[in-house]
């Protein structure tokens, strides 16, 4: 990879294969050269690649001309490389031909006249011209002249090869149409094809990595023509080309066919060639065809050092003119020559042939253009230059005019012009371009050293001596470095080695005594070089600048020290390249090209390879790192005495070599083939230099010594510039201290004498000032301090592997202290605690931290399993118990004894104490990165290799010990998993100080406890989770990820610490400290519950949305499975180690204060907690593999958690605590029952659980009688596992139980009553409940008791059968239950009937309420949810008022009537009611006062989110006496708050609320069994639609009982059962409202009154005496049907029976009366609305007034009112519709009169037309509202008649 700027640069290969070319007539062998050019930049991009394809019999003609061809120059395939792909490459083929007579046009007419379909009809013409073809290349064979050329824009090809769905892409490409066709096609390809490319310079982006292979077949060609023969001209047409009317169109093309392939180039092609023609591998059989790598010439700089040997030179001889020059010369071709003398036999073989010929050839021709006197040339001579130039080097240009006809004496060519370039000037290359005078003759002897340019005497010029031919020469060299700067620099450096003086550089000459300061000069000059350059020569420029610094050179016999200027020089080179080269730097920010240089390069200087070095052979004698041109094979044109021979150490190379390939080989044969192999390998230094060198030189310094010197003494920009590099100096210094002891066999030696008091001196100054650097600039260079700081921790990483530790602790130390005396001024200190804790972490991964931290030197060691281990710091003997139990505690605490002697892991876990302070202010942001830290350091301990034996890991784990007592500390502050247990996810909020600080059997407040309905806490945390939390501060909580993390380090030290260590401090902690680390565990295991493979397939756990890789690191750090790489243990330098692989932020630049990069280094493929969007690409295997992981790592963690129970219970059985502790172990194991277990602990489980029981079985039926509910419940629901082993040890766990208390007192009703009530509530809850394995495990536990001999003779087994037939009736309901698990309303029903059925089981019956509860709630009936929870405090209610008469709690049911009519079934009245002492009796936590409470504040939650706030007031108003008598002013004040909040909603959602819509349903048929001929009235959510309820039943029973069984009555007349099919089911839904008589109406005023406590509902039913449902007005009847329910709504379930019906028929008059009515109710409100409503307005009115609608209000009026009625009953119904009418006139009034305010302007004209309506109306209706009947004015009837008449006269059915 390279890289440019910001943009990263990938090598794009490119393969051409080409198949074949055939023209329409085959007379004469063509040549062809493919190159690549680039239009935007105007640059040929590639060198030329020669391939022809003619036929042997065409090879045949040339024989006499071509020597015999090299296998190298026959191949037909070529890779290209594109480093900036755009879309402006084309790749130009150009055709030669052998010259001949006429010009191109001639020449080429034929191949377009003549087509191969008529090659019979023109046979004569062909075989003439291929006669002549055959002489001419008889006679002029060896010259070439231009035939044609074509262009294929590459990106086309590559574009529309990819978006083809074909494995290969043909594509046809003819002049014809191709042009237009081709661009409009670019763009359509390329659009949505970004996935890969790099975008060019704004252009299109290209795609080379991955395009389909595509074969082109290139149809026609263009005729050269002669006079545009130069890549100007070629651009032009180029740039045309991609316009859609070409000019090139018009022209006439030459047809041919020539099939080439493009493909992506192969990772490693077979029978290569490099562009020298090596081999790329050797391979097998050279008779092969090869496939040539062309040099590419990039079209912007690249940024790469030279690593392997290039020394090319190519001409471009561009134009001649000789217009000017007397005589004939005008078929004119150049040949050019590379001679290293003036003889003409000089010329060397190094000329590279073309297709083929022989591989090398002394000269080259120009093509002939006929009859031109000043042409242009095309063509492109590549030189292979010799690695050695001296001055008579030069290239040497003949001209040649060429007769083309065969005349009588004159001769084939006739020279006409010379003329050379000199290779090298004043000892540098010569290149660029040129613009020569041609001479007439000869040039003269020694005219080799001089310039053409130069007027030599006695010589004749073509025009003057004017300029006239112009040439390009281009090298492409690792030798020489074509800068100025760098050449001087070079040259200087050079005459110091050799010592020759003077120096000529350029046209000065530098003699000793100038020496010093040119040297200086130069050295400071470098950074005016061009980048490019420097980067080429980078490895060979910082090794000079290196060895400046070591062997300060003798000039003029003084030591002239050049430290200075050479460290400025390095600096100021590396943050150039730092700055430049953005794109290329790796994680931690450091420039690659450096850190390649430190790692492969770099070697100290004075390790002379002669001397037979130490150590292993790796690195043996020669440590080459494969530097560039290091000494004797320096540049050759730096070798200033060209006499003498090459190199000292070779003599045989003399200085004019034989060939330039021997030279080469000589050279290349010093390399070293050990670890220089490593693709970097070039040709290294031999040992002259050295030897001259080391005998000279008097002085010899270390380069660390003088680095850390240089680095301590300089200041200002220089000092700036090193701090921005700093890593670069760490680790170059680090590499020198590593080579200097491996070098001088100084490994083995005492690390204290290693190195010189002097040099750690300096270091200390170094690293103190670095220190104070970070210190007081962090605020402001972020970015700078955060490198600055990883690189100075690197450092010291690395020098705990070379120095004396004590002293890099000192050094840390140091660091330390800057860094803390400052922490105490910053008000925002968490910037400077990450960048220390970014510090604390790289020290850290060091790979020898274990031992660093002497885990063995223990500060006290127990009776130790290995005791050899403590025999060195054994003082243990002399000392008494007392005086050991102190020290233990010493090594649990981060006391200064344990900080001392474990010196790193003291810093770890001081940092993680101070961060996860709760009063540590500010430090919040810290957590995750500092928890990483800790948990990234076990993991690694965890997964490396040397610690994996037990007795090992074990004292690693020493090192961690104070972390348990951290972790305790932190227990208020970690993420609750315990929530998420509650299924409803509801938040569990309880501030800490809700707790008596000790009470742990407080009953934890909370809306889910019941909910769940179980009698276990498992829904929060346990109390004593609050200790500290006196100061009633709020702490901040951790993530769910670093509790995760938090508690998987606990885990791993608790699994890998000593037992009997563990044992000895649990003794010491207090009963506080050991229930706090139960609660701890407690955590825990919620935390690493198993979550089962669903949720990997959700992938929205609850807990860990954001956590990416948890799972990779938890697997890593338990089970050491699947280790990611391990952090501190791989080093990324080989042997000589440097940079650990540690963690991402490391030195990255960007990773903010934050370590926002945390994270990094997992493997991607671990990352478990991707977001959703990832989710698509995991196969089902990883999902399994994720959930097997996750399995494995619950099973670990529960199990080290079973084990620490089983070390506590054995520390606190002697003690006098081990009430108070037992409990708390308990829980913790009913706790792990709870969750999701696997088989393997789940046995363990048991084991332990039944050992605690026997042991101590007091403990579970006397005081944690909570505890044994819960065991129940857990071995119950256990005992219906699917797999058999569990199921044995729960049953037989259960049996124990009951056997235990039996024994205690003779009978075991407390067990028998809570088994009774778990599986009510196991029945109630769980879902995937089997009681088909339940009733295996009862039989098993009645085979039990049937067969134990000991108790055969009592009661027992009789009360275990008895216990297990009742159990199996409950089961046999839940059966039921089970068939109804889809429908919902049945499933409550029968849940209601079980919950009856316990009327006197008070436990029982509280149980199912709870259930019913849950499943309310489930279901979002969060009102229906509030009546259980009211139900159930009804029933606690009535028990406690027998337990105990205290006056402030509710006299049972009475108490709650006003929240509900329904609670007084909950009254203990009956006979059968149990006295609520007996034993077993009441005995649940909710039969208390507490519990009471609890249940209200749950329903008075519920009924706030059914919306009914009203109720939540009367819940408190029983609560409220309650807590009064308490004087509990918190749970007053919250009540309070709560009660406010409820009657402001009340405020603010007036007239917005909804509660539910009622309907009737009715279910007819044989089908529906007990429903059958049953109706219900269902209370469904609000605004729920008839369709959508009858859709839902339909829906359910349609798939019950099959969709065509299942038949919807559409209306809600009574039913008639005989008409029915009996083989159908038919339900019959109508929409019913609730029904109030007009006395009811006074109490209900609000919405709520009017939809709370509803027992009466009405619905009415239109119809005619006739039958019709609808009639004329006169004839309308409606029959009003009201239902009354057994219950009151809301209830405890959604769906009640239909207790009594009766029905009212209203006659059409009344009919007509209810509708006026209606209607003036309308008006009044439109009218009197606020805020006024235009629109709802003007509908009403429109509808009352501007009607022309049949039954509107005037028909009504006419039909009725038109003449009195003749019978006196309806006298009055019909004067109360006059006055009705007389209303509705007045409120039509009103209305118009309240619209015209409203209406603007534009509505005016509508009002009008209103008004005009209203008079109409009001005209008609006059004469018929003002006839009163006069036998109702007669006499004024007394006070006492009929109240009611209206009713009473109405026809009244009763029908019940």
Not at 486 to 491: C, H, R, S, T, V
Not at 744 to 756: C, I, M, V, W, Y
Not at 860 to 872: E, I, K
Not at 1765 to 1778: A, C, E, I, V, Y
Request: neutral net charge; aromatic residues 8%; glycine residues 4%.
């Amino acid at each position: 990879m390279m890289t440019k700027g910001n943009q990263t640069v990938t090598r794009n290969s490119l393969l051409c294969i080409h198949h074949q070319m055939r023209f329409e007539i085959e007379i004469e062998p063509i040549f062809a050269s493919l190159a690549l050019y680039d239009v935007k930049e105007k640059k040929k991009i590639s060198e030329n690649f020669y391939f022809d394809l003619n036929s042997e019999q065409m090879k045949g003609l040339l024989r006499p001309h071509v020597p015999p061809a090299a296998i190298t120059t026959l191949a037909r395939s070529a890779i290209f490389s594109i480093t900036y792909p755009s879309q402006d490459v084309f790749l130009v083929i150009k055709l030669e031909k052998v010259l001949q007579q006429g010009d191109i046009g001639e020449c080429a007419e034929p191949y377009m006249i003549f087509k191969e379909a008529d090659a019979t009809k023109n046979k004569e013409k062909l075989e003439k011209l291929k006669s002549q073809a055959d002489q001419f290349c008889q006679r002029l064979g060896k010259y070439r002249m231009p035939f044609a050329w074509t262009a294929i824009h590459l990106m086309n090809i590559v574009s529309s090869a990819g978006s083809l769905e074909r494995d290969s892409t043909e594509v046809e490409i003819s002049t014809g149409e191709r042009k237009g066709s081709w661009s409009e096609r670019r763009n359509s390809s390329i659009v949505g094809r970004r996935s890969l490319e790099r975008t060019t310079s704004g252009d299109d982006a290209c795609n080379l990595t991955s395009f389909r292979p595509a074969t082109l077949t290139v149809t026609n060609f263009f005729k050269q023509e002669g006079d545009r023969l130069s890549d100007e001209d070629l651009y032009k047409f180029l740039a045309d080309m991609r316009r859609p009317s070409s000019v090139l169109r018009r022209l006439r093309p030459i047809t041919a066919q020539l099939k080439i392939d493009i493909s992506p180039a192969p990772e490693n092609p077979h029978y290569c060639l490099t562009p020298e023609l090596l081999q790329v591998k050797l391979y097998p059989d050279s008779r092969v065809r090869p496939t040539r790598e062309i040099l590419e010439f990039p079209a912007r700089d690249v940024y790469v050092p030279n690593t392997t040997y290039r020394n090319l030179l190519y001409v471009y001889p561009q134009s001649l003119n000789f217009a000017n020059r007397q005589g004939s010369a005008r078929n004119i071709t150049v040949k050019v020559q590379f001679m290293y003398g003036e003889d003409p036999s000089n010329a060397m073989p190094v000329i590279f042939g073309k297709s083929s010929c022989s591989e090398f050839s002394k000269e080259a021709y120009t093509a002939v253009v006929y009859h031109n006197r000043s042409p242009d040339f095309h063509e492109e001579i590549k030189v292979k230059l010799p690695a050695t130039l001296t001055d008579h080097h030069h290239l040497l240009f003949t001209f040649y005019h060429v007769s083309c006809q065969q005349k009588q004496n004159t001769p084939l060519e006739t020279p006409v012009g010379y003329t050379w370039i000199p290779m090298l000037q004043n000892g540098r290359l010569k290149t660029g371009q040129f613009c020569l005078p041609v001479s007439l003759e000869k040039p003269p002897q020694a005219y080799s050293v001089l310039s053409p340019e130069v007027p030599l005497p006695g010589m004749k010029w073509v025009d003057n001596h004017k300029g006239v031919f112009n040439v390009e020469v281009v090298a492409v060299s690792s030798i020489h470095t074509q800068d100025p700067y760098l050449d001087k620099f070079f040259a200087l450096v050079n005459a110091l080695d050799e010592h020759m003086f003077p120096v000529r550089i350029g046209d000065m000459r530098i003699m000793e005594n100038n020496l010093e300061n040119e040297l200086k000069s130069s050295i400071s000059a470098l950074n005016s070089s061009q980048l490019e350059p420097v980067v080429r020569f980078l490895h060979l420029l910082l090794d000079k600048l290196i060895l400046l610094v070591v062997r300060p050179p003798v000039i003029a016999g003084q030591i002239v020290n050049l430290g200075q200027a050479s460290f400025e020089a390095m600096s100021s080179i590396i943050n150039r390249l730092h700055k430049n080269l953005e794109g290329n730097h790796d994680q931690h920010g450091r420039n690659s090209l450096l850190a390649s240089y430190i790692y492969y390069v770099f070697r100290l200087p004075n390790t002379s390879p002669n001397s037979p070095s130490p150590g292993p052979g790796g690195l043996g004698g020669s440590v080459h790192y494969a530097t560039m041109a290091r000494s004797a094979v320096r540049p050759a044109s730096l070798n200033l005495n060209r006499s003498r021979s090459l190199s000292n150490s070779n003599p045989d190379i003399p200085g004019t070599p034989t060939s330039p390939d021997d030279e080469v080989r000589s050279i290349i044969g010093s390399k070293a083939m050990d670890r220089s192999c490593n693709r970097m390998s070039s040709h290294t230094e031999t040992s002259s230099f050295l030897q001259t060198l080391t005998g000279r030189l008097p002085t010899k310094k270390l380069f660390h010594e003088e680095l850390a010197l240089q680095w301590v003494v300089c200041s200002g920009s220089v000092r700036e510039s090193a701090l921005q590099q700093a890593w670069f100096f760490f680790e170059l210094m680090v590499k020198s201290m590593v080579h200097h002891l491996y070098f001088n066999d100084k490994l083995n030696a005492a690390r204290k004498s290693r190195f010189p008091e002097r040099f750690m001196d300096d270091i200390t100054a170094l690293v103190s000032t670095i220190a104070s650097d970070i210190v007081s600039r962090f605020q402001k260079d972020v970015e700078m301090v955060e490198r600055l700081n990883t690189s100075l921790a690197f450092f010291l990483n690395d020098l705990l592997s070379v120095m004396d530790r004590g002293f890099v602790f000192s050094l840390i130390k140091n660091f330390y202290k800057q860094v803390s005396s400052k922490l105490y001024s910053l008000p925002i200190p968490s910037v400077l605690v990450s960048l220390r804790l970014d510090f604390l972490r790289i020290i850290c991964s060091h790979e020898h931290y274990v031992t660093l931290n002497l885990p063995c030197s223990l500060l006290t060691p127990p009776a130790s399993p290995s005791p050899s281990v403590s025999s060195a710091t054994s003082q243990s003997s002399g000392f008494s118990t007392n005086v050991q139990d102190q020290k233990i505690a010493n090594m649990f605490e981060l006391s200064v004894p344990f900080r001392q002697q474990h010196y790193l892991a003291g810093l770890v876990l001081t940092e993680l104490a101070v961060i996860l302070d709760p009063e540590a202010e500010g430090l919040f942001g810290l957590h995750k990165k500092v928890i990483n830290m800790v948990h990234n350091l076990l993991s690694s301990h965890d997964s490396d290799p040397r610690y994996s034996d037990p007795q090992i890991k074990a004292r690693v784990a020493m090192l961690y010990l104070p972390l348990i007592g951290i972790i305790m500390e932190t227990v208020p502050q970690l993420y609750d998993f315990t929530e998420s247990h509650n299924q409803r996810g509801r938040p569990v909020c309880i501030a800490t100080d809700d707790y008596e600080s000790e009470s742990g059997s407080m009953i934890s407040q909370t809306v889910a406890m019941a909910i769940a309905g179980t009698s276990v806490p498992q829904l929060t945390r346990p109390g004593s989770f609050i200790l500290t939390s006196t100061s009633g501060r709020q702490h901040t909580t951790f993530s769910a990820e670093s509790s995760r993390s938090l508690l998987i380090c606990l885990l791993w030290v608790l699994k890998n610490a000593d037992e009997t260590v563990l044992q000895k401090w649990f003794t010491d902690l207090s009963v506080l400290q050991l229930n706090r680390l139960l609660d701890l565990l407690y955590l825990c295991v919620s935390c690493f519950e198993y979550k089962g493979k669903k949720v990997f397939e959700r992938m929205n756990s609850l807990t860990f949305k954001k956590s990416k890789d948890m799972r990779a690191k938890l697997e890593e750090a338990i089970l050491g499975s699947i280790g990611a790489r391990q952090e501190m243990v791989r080093r990324s330098r080989g042997q000589l180690g440097m940079y650990t692989v540690s963690s991402p932020s490391e030195r990255s630049p960007s990773g903010s204060a934050f370590g926002s990069q945390e994270n990094l280094r997992w493997r991607k493929d671990m990352t478990h907690w991707r977001q959703n969007t990832e989710k698509l690409d995991k196969s089902r295997a990883e999902i399994e593999h994720e959930a097997l992981i996750d399995g494995n790592l619950a099973t670990e963690a529960n199990l080290i958690i079973l084990d620490t129970l089983e070390i506590v219970v054995q520390t606190v059985s002697v003690t006098e605590s081990k009430e108070s502790i037992l409990g708390g172990v308990l829980k913790v194991l009913l706790h792990s029952m709870a969750c999701n277990q696997s088989a393997v602990y789940l046995q363990h489980c048991f084991a332990t659980q039944r050992a605690l029981v026997s042991k101590f079985p007091e403990l579970l039926f006397e005081e944690e009688t909570e505890q044994c509910a819960d065991l129940c419940l857990r071995l119950l629901r256990h005992c219906s596992s699917s797999i058999s082993t569990i199921r044995s040890h729960a049953s037989a766990s259960l049996y124990l139980l009951m056997r235990q208390n039996f024994e205690i007192g003779n009978n075991f009703a407390r067990v028998k009553m809570q088994v009774t009530m778990s599986l009510s509530s196991l029945v109630g809850t769980s879902q995937n409940f089997n009681e088909e394995f339940l009733r295996r495990s009862l039989k098993t536990i009645l085979t039990y008791a049937e067969e134990d001999l000991e108790l055969r003779e009592t009661t027992f087994p009789d009360q275990v059968q008895d216990l297990v037939f009742n159990l199996h009736m409950i089961l046999s309901d839940t059966v039921k239950m089970k068939e109804h698990q889809e429908d919902p309303e049945m499933l409550i029903d029968l849940m209601y009937r079980i919950a009856k059925g316990y009327q006197t089981s008070p436990d029982l019956r509280l149980t199912w309420l709870q259930n019913m509860a849950g499943k309310h709630s489930e279901r979002s009936n969060h009102a229906e949810a509030a009546q259980c929870l009211v139900h159930s405090a009804a029933l606690v209610a009535e028990y406690l008022s027998m337990l105990e008469d205290r006056k402030y709690l509710p006299v049972g049911c009475v108490t709650f009537q006003n929240i509900s009519s329904n609670v007084l079934e909950e009254s203990a009245v009956s006979d059968d009611v149990v006295s609520p002492d007996e034993e077993g009796i009441c005995s649940g936590k909710y039969f208390t006062e507490s519990g009471l409470v609890g249940l209200l504040e749950q329903a008075a939650a519920s009924f706030s989110m059914a919306g009914m706030y009203e109720a939540v007031n009367e819940v408190y108003k029983v609560l409220i006496p309650i807590h009064e008598a308490n004087r509990d002013a918190k749970k007053l004040s919250t009540i309070h708050g709560k009660l406010q909040e409820a009657f402001s909603k009340i405020v603010h959602q007036d007239g917005k609320r909804m509660f539910g819509t009622y309907f009737r349903v009715g279910f007819y048929g044989t089908k529906f069994g007990d429903l059958d001929e049953q109706e219900f009235v269902y209370k469904e959510p609000a605004i729920t639609k008839l369709a959508e309820i009858s859709h839902r039943l339909e829906g359910f029973y349609g798939e019950r009982f099959g969709e065509d069984v299942v038949e919807v009555i559409k209306d809600s007349n009574p039913v008639d059962k005989c008409k029915l099919d009996p083989n159908k089911a038919y339900i019959q839904i109508t929409y019913v409202e609730p029904y109030f008589d007009t006395y009811e109406m006074k109490d209900r005023i609000t919405y709520f009154d009017k939809n709370y406590n509803l027992r009466r509902f009405m619905y009415c039913t239109p119809f005619t005496l006739d039958g019709r449902a609808h009639g004329e007005l006169h004839e309308q009847f409606k029959r009003k049907t009201i239902l009354t329910t057994s219950h009151a709504f809301p209830y405890i379930k959604t769906r009640v029976n239909v207790t009594h019906k009766e029905e009212i028929i209203l006659t059409p008059i009344e009919v007509a009366i209810e509708d006026m009515q209606k209607k003036t109710q309308e008006l009044a409100f439109a009218t009197h609305q606020d805020p006024a409503d235009p629109k709802m307005l003007q509908m009403v009115l429109q509808g009352s007034v501007g009607t022309t609608v049949n039954q509107g209000p005037l028909e009504v009026a006419q039909v009725f009112l038109s003449e009195i009625p003749s019978d006196p009953k309806l006298f009055r119904h019909h004067n109360k519709l006059r006055l009705c009418f007389k209303d509705f006139t007045k409120r039509c009034e009103d209305a118009l009169r309240k619209n015209k305010s409203l209406i603007g302007p534009d509505q005016k004209e509508y009002q009008r037309e209103l008004e005009r309506n209203y008079h109409r109306l009001k005209e008609a209706l006059q004469p018929l509202i003002n006839r009163k009947i006069p036998q109702l004015y007669k006499v004024v009837l007394p006070v006492t008649c009929h109240r009611d008449s209206f009713s009473r006269m109405s026809l009244r059915k009763m029908d019940l």
